[in-house]
């Protein structure tokens, strides 16, 4: 990482060195929360959890190379030098901002109801081709994820891809202080943490806080297709890119065909431009993530041909519409989270594959009021465009099942004991419930 010395440490986050005065000066190599990844010289972040207090393996980190800690109340045998901070985790975001202030080069923030990693991806993939570009890892998406990725930037990053996950008002804000986004993307305003947003007014108010911090300058790319994003004009006087399928948009998408797991082909359009690229993913959806990649790069002087490279070599992680085929059936694997809109782009999806179509669906956490409804409401758009079969598994899940026509299991052990029954050779099986369901037993048990 860049030079970042314990008195600068210090000073960004107001905490109080304790230690020899002549190691102040000394410059930290990396940014730790877990004591098992401490290496020489690295600065360990003392956090309290649920379970585990990381102030109980301060002086192990002292023993693994630590140079100092971070930390709420004092070690009791400091071997090394502490920085006394009233919350670890506030500082470390103070922390993350001064470090991010040592950079100047451009900084993606993606943010939406839907799509928020899948279009990080894309982003990096296509940046990549013509810069270093440092991405988030997993699912370090919130106020320690952020503030983590900033700090594991190498010193020789040239671009930046964060993605800014958020759950209730005030968040954003604290997250685009640290990161300081000179290209904010806004993918699509959905129905997601609605208990404590209210409704998609909410949603849109929240995720645009991440234009307050913006850096001067800015640019702001934005879903288009969407009817509260497409309803903003100007963002501190300027004007944003639009994309979206429609070709109203700045970015716009022709000839979409979907072909499972062959990938989905396309023409980007955009001024005089028009890319014929195929996308190596499964979902139609992803023609929009690629389209907000190649706003952002034409913004930072891409050309067409890196572009297209880019898009072209998007990879998908985790369990985020991943298509496993065990010779006997397909499984679509994006158990990693569920909300009404996502699930829908996930049936659509599974649509397009050919033979029977399965969907294993569980509860949507977090949408309110409202949320016997949203269920209800997701599995009959199911029945709608003629998913063959809908299983369901969860309480509130009983309503999705009931506007599908479908069969419900109370809890997904009980839904786990009747797929042998139902499951048939060639059979395409989508498995999508929010990440507490843990569905990815479902998916070991397909597989």
């Not at 600068?8 to 098992?36: F, H, M, P, Q």
């Not at 923030?109 to 013509?130: D, H, N, W």
């Not at 209730?168 to 904010?184: H, S, W, Y």
């Not at 599908?404 to 004991?417: F, H, M, P, R, V």
């Amino acid at each position: 990482m860049k030079k970042f010395t314990l008195a600068e440490i210090a000073a960004s986050c107001g905490g109080k060195y304790v230690g020899e005065e002549a190691l102040k000066n000394t410059s930290i190599t990396s940014v730790e929360r877990d004591s098992r990844a401490v290496k020489d010289g690295s600065l360990f972040l003392a956090i309290k959890g649920e379970r585990v207090d990381g102030h109980d393996f301060i002086e192990k980190c002292y023993d693994s190379g630590a140079v100092c800690a971070i930390c709420e109340k004092a070690p009791e045998n400091p071997k090394k030098p502490y920085i006394l901070v009233d919350s670890t985790l506030n500082a470390v975001k103070d922390i993350a901002k001064a470090y991010r202030e040592k950079f100047d080069i451009p900084v993606v923030g993606v943010s939406g109801s839907v799509g928020k990693t899948s279009t990080k991806e894309m982003l990096y993939a296509v940046l990549s081709q013509r810069f270093k570009t440092h991405k988030t890892q997993g699912n370090l998406n919130n106020e320690l994820g952020v503030p983590l990725t900033i700090l594991s930037m190498p010193e020789d990053t040239e671009a930046a891809v964060i993605e800014m996950g958020i759950s209730d008002f005030g968040e954003m804000t604290r997250l685009a202080r640290v990161a300081q986004p000179t290209i904010c993307v806004l993918t699509i305003i959905g129905c997601c943490h609605l208990e404590n947003l209210g409704d998609r007014d909410g949603v849109m108010k929240a995720k645009t806080e991440m234009f307050k911090y913006a850096r001067d300058g800015a640019e702001f790319i934005l879903n288009g297709d969407d009817d509260k994003l497409s309803t903003i004009t100007d963002v501190s006087g300027k004007k944003p890119v639009f994309f979206g399928i429609d070709s109203k948009n700045d970015y716009y998408a022709e000839n979409i065909e979907n072909n499972g797991e062959g990938g989905v082909s396309c023409k980007l359009c955009f001024g005089d431009t028009k890319l014929d690229v195929i996308i190596p993913a499964i979902g139609t959806y992803m023609v929009s993530n690629a389209l907000a990649a190649a706003a952002a790069g034409k913004l930072l002087g891409l050309s067409d041909k890196q572009i297209k490279n880019g898009v072209e070599a998007y990879k998908t992680v985790g369990s985020r519409a991943n298509v496993i085929n065990n010779g006997k059936i397909r499984i679509i694997d994006d158990c990693y989270n569920a909300n009404p809109t996502s699930v829908k782009a996930s049936l659509e999806t599974l649509k397009n594959f050919r033979g029977r179509t399965v969907a294993v669906l569980g509860d949507m956490k977090e949408l309110g009021t409202d949320e016997l409804q949203l269920h209800f409401d997701t599995g009959a758009y199911a029945k709608q465009i003629g998913i063959d079969v809908v299983l369901a598994a969860g309480p509130l899940a009983k309503s999705l099942a009931d506007g599908a026509d479908g069969k419900w299991y109370e809890t997904k052990e009980e839904l786990i004991k009747a797929l042998p029954e139902i499951i048939k050779e060639g059979d395409t099986v989508l498995v999508k419930a929010s990440h507490s369901m843990q569905f990815e037993k479902i998916v070991e048990f397909l597989k």
